[in-house]
Nanobody
Framework: QAQLVESGGGLVQTGGSLRLSCAAS????????MDWYRQAPGKQRELVAS???????NYLDSVKGRFTISRDNAKNTVYLQMNNLKPEDTAVYYC?????????????WGKGTLVTVSS
């Protein structure tokens, strides 16, 4: 059964850094493009960064130059290094495959990890 476990969030001041991790079960990560999403309070979930199986990357414009996505297939883990954090980065961060994992006809999401950036 598919499982995604996000970790590494926390409270950080403006300008600080965090490194998020997403541990995936089985071979999910190895054969899929992986995405990091975030959802801020009262807002829709948005795609933040993607990394293909060949390690090509794409980023939301507002995080370019500050966030770096990477993957370690041997550890079944994808990372999001976040530097120079801003209050507007405050959100719950989720990882998923592209397309999103479906379980019993519904989108599957892990619990996410909360990032709070104080001003």
């Amino acid at each position: 059964q598919a499982q995604l476990v996000e970790s590494g969030g926390g409270l950080v001041q403006t300008g600080g850094s965090l490194r998020l991790s997403c541990a995936a079960s089985g071979s999910i990560l190895r054969f899929n493009t992986m995405d990091w999403y975030r959802q801020a309070p009262g807002k829709q979930r948005e795609l933040v960064a993607s990394i293909t199986t060949g390690s090509s990357t794409n980023y939301l414009d507002s995080v370019k130059g500050r966030f770096t996505i990477s993957r370690d297939n041997a550890k079944n883990t994808v990372y999001l290094q976040m530097n120079n954090l801003k209050p507007e980065d405050t959100a719950v961060y989720y990882c998923n495959t592209k397309p999103v994992i479906r379980v019993n006809g519904m989108d599957y999401w892990g619990k996410g990890t909360l990032v709070t950036v104080s001003s």
